[in-house]
Structure formats: structure tokens, C-alpha cells
Nanobody, 121 residues
Framework: QVQVVESGGGLVQPGGSLRLSCAAS????????MGWYRQAPGKERELVAT???????HYADSVKGRFTISRDNAKNMVYLQMSSLKPEDTAVYYC???????????????WGQGTQVTVSS
């Protein structure tokens, strides 16, 4: 079993910053990609940012230049530094980890429970 837990969400004013953290634990041999997704009310879940080893990154156009994804491979953690936040960034943010299972070596995608980010004055 693998657990993925996010933290760091909250209420922030427009233009402010927030840092999300995500930790994966359990039966992990390795983790391929880790990433952040978000889902706003009435909308589909969308990709925010992903990274493989921490050097290869991909961002949604809407967050480029404002958000930075980083990863601590030793700790199986991924972070999302969010700056210049806008009201349209309001959403539940989910962490996803593509885990290579320790016993089977199968790659399985695990999701966290989500953390709410609200950008409002």
C-alpha cells in the first residue's frame, strides 16, 4: 500500500504566495513522475505541473512563470511553490505519484486526498 498526502493549502490574498507539499510513503521501490493537478468547482481536473527526476518539468500555460515544482527524491516528496496567485487559481489541488511497487515492480498511479487553495481578498 502507498499513501500520498498533501499539505499546505489555505486562504491567500491575490498576489500572495503559498507552498504545497506532498509526501508519498509505503511500498515504494521508486517513483517515476510526480505532479500536481487541480479541480475547481464545476470544472474538470487539470494538470498544473509535473516532474520526473526533478529536472524535467512541465507546466500548464496558465501557471508558467508563477508556479515552481520541485522534488526531493530521497524523501519521496514533491512541492509546488505558488506565487502571484490569482482568484482563478482557487481549486482543490491534488498530488499524483506514479509509483513503482516494491514487490511487483508495476507502475501504479496514486492520488492524494487533495488540499484546498482559495485565493480571495
Amino acid at each position: 500500500q502507498v499513501q500520498v498526502v498533501e499539505s499546505g493549502g489555505g486562504l491567500v490574498q491575490p498576489g500572495g504566495s503559498l507552498r504545497l507539499s506532498c509526501a508519498a510513503s509505503g511500498s515504494i521501490f521508486n517513483i517515476n513522475a510526480m505532479g500536481w493537478y487541480r479541480q475547481a468547482p464545476g470544472k474538470e481536473r487539470e494538470l498544473v505541473a509535473t516532474t520526473t527526476s526533478g529536472t524535467n518539468t512541465h507546466y500548464a500555460d496558465s501557471v508558467k512563470g508563477r508556479f515552481t515544482i520541485s522534488r526531493d527524491n530521497a524523501k519521496n516528496m514533491v512541492y509546488l511553490q505558488m506565487s502571484s496567485l490569482k482568484p482563478e487559481d482557487t481549486a482543490v489541488y491534488y498530488c499524483k505519484a506514479d509509483v513503482v511497487d516494491y514487490d511487483t515492480r508495476f507502475v501504479i498511479a496514486y492520488w492524494g486526498q487533495g488540499t484546498q487553495v482559495t485565493v480571495s481578498s
